[in-house]
């Protein structure tokens, strides 16, 4: 985020917010993966291996696990709002269906399973800054301002980091 970065602006959510973006925008690659497939968009199984780490991994990192379950089940939602978007945009429009089908368990969830790990690094850094507040909020809306900006995101992924940024201020 160069230009957020030069203008001081950023805040103590910069990386937490790069991070999930980065997470919405592999939901394009897991909606690829699952378009013109019978592999539904969700996956009741999958979501609770994520969920179930993200508890694990949060005790073993000392922090509480019950508020970082609730951040990935944002998360979570967040890729499904992506998902559903842009399986409906390729039904009415099918010029823009992807060309390719990435393999979603071999390319597209070990990008996932990274991208846990480094959220969870990122919600441990930001524990102090994330108690819930009013300056809280303020930090969380400014990134996600900055976010959109920098990313020049759709309404569509506007919308899913909206989602996924809600529970940022409830460590
Ligand atoms: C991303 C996927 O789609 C959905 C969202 C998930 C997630 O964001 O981790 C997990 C399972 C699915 O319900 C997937 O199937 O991997």
Redesign the pocket.
């Known amino acids: 985020a160069p230009a957020a970065e030069h203008a001081g602006v950023a805040g103590p959510f910069r990386q937490l917010t790069e991070l999930a973006v980065q997470r919405i925008q592999l ?1 394009d690659l ?1 909606a690829a993966a699952k378009f013109g497939t019978t592999q539904p ?4 199984v ?2 609770k291996q ?1 969920l179930d780490t993200v508890a694990a991994e949060s005790v073993r990192l000392g922090m509480a696990p019950e508020p970082n379950v609730r951040f990935f089940r944002a ?2 939602e967040a ?2 709002v992506v ?1 559903r978007g842009l399986f409906s945009r390729w039904e009415r429009d099918p010029s823009q269906r992807p060309s390719r089908r990435p393999d ?1 368990a071999r390319q ?2 070990p990008r ?1 399973d990274r991208l846990t790990a480094q959220l969870l690094g990122e919600l441990r850094a930001t524990l102090e800054a994330r108690r819930p507040g009013v300056v809280c909020e303020v930090r969380r809306i400014q990134a996600e301002v900055t976010a959109v900006f920098v990313h020049r995101l759709d309404k569509l992924h506007r919308d899913a980091v909206t989602v996924s940024l809600r529970p940022v201020c409830a460590a």
């Open positions: 939901g897991v968009i969700d996956d009741p999958r979501e994520v998360q979570i890729s499904k998902q979603l597209v969830r996932l």
